[in-house]
């Protein structure tokens, strides 16, 4: 079940955060409760996604996105990810989120996240997002535009060029 009450408090705690510029990194602080372990009582791994989601939404709160993408009747889409999990996080640990986004191309952006305990990093994803509307994919240029143009685009880094060039090359639908 999707944690509605996770992410009501994370809206509030982070409701008077001041905007972020585009590129700039969300951090928020959440525990795993009893009801996100697995039968190794440790964070799950597809609760471990669900509270990136977490994560993400604030973060395109604080960056204007949200606000634009409700105005203009647009979602927002998770297009792809990967994903490393390194160290456990168990029952009761408290955990550092750190997102941001790290760029866009013609069709996507991508955003990396990761969770840390003190100095050690747990877990790191980076996605590819769409925002979309009744069309489809919404083009990133448009995007920066209705979030008030001028948004420089940093170059995305090579191991993200590299993941990008391994998922064009991956057969969809997967050959069974």
Not at 95 to 119: A, C, I, K, N, P
Not at 155 to 176: F, G, N, Y
């Amino acid at each position: 079940m999707y944690p509605v009450v996770r992410m009501i408090k994370e809206f509030w705690v982070h409701r008077n955060a001041p905007a972020l510029p585009t590129f700039g990194t969300h951090v928020s602080h959440h525990i795993c409760w009893p009801w996100d372990i697995d039968l190794w009582i440790e964070l799950n791994n597809g609760r471990t996604l669900t509270l990136y989601d977490l994560g993400r939404l604030v973060m395109a709160r604080r960056i204007g996105l949200l606000a634009v993408a409700k105005q203009k009747g647009w979602g927002i889409s998770v297009a792809g990810a990967v994903v490393r999990y390194r160290k456990k996080v168990r029952m009761f640990d408290r955990v550092e989120m750190r997102s941001r986004s790290l760029g866009f191309d013609h069709r996507f952006t991508y955003v990396e996240q990761s969770m840390w305990r003190g100095d050690m990093c747990c877990s790191h994803i980076v996605l590819r997002m769409a925002v979309t509307d009744a069309a489809g994919i919404v083009a990133p240029a448009r995007v920066v535009d209705a979030l008030g143009g001028d948004i420089p685009n940093p170059p995305l880094p090579e191991w993200v060029q590299t993941w990008i060039k391994a998922e064009d090359l991956r057969p969809w639908p997967p050959e069974m």
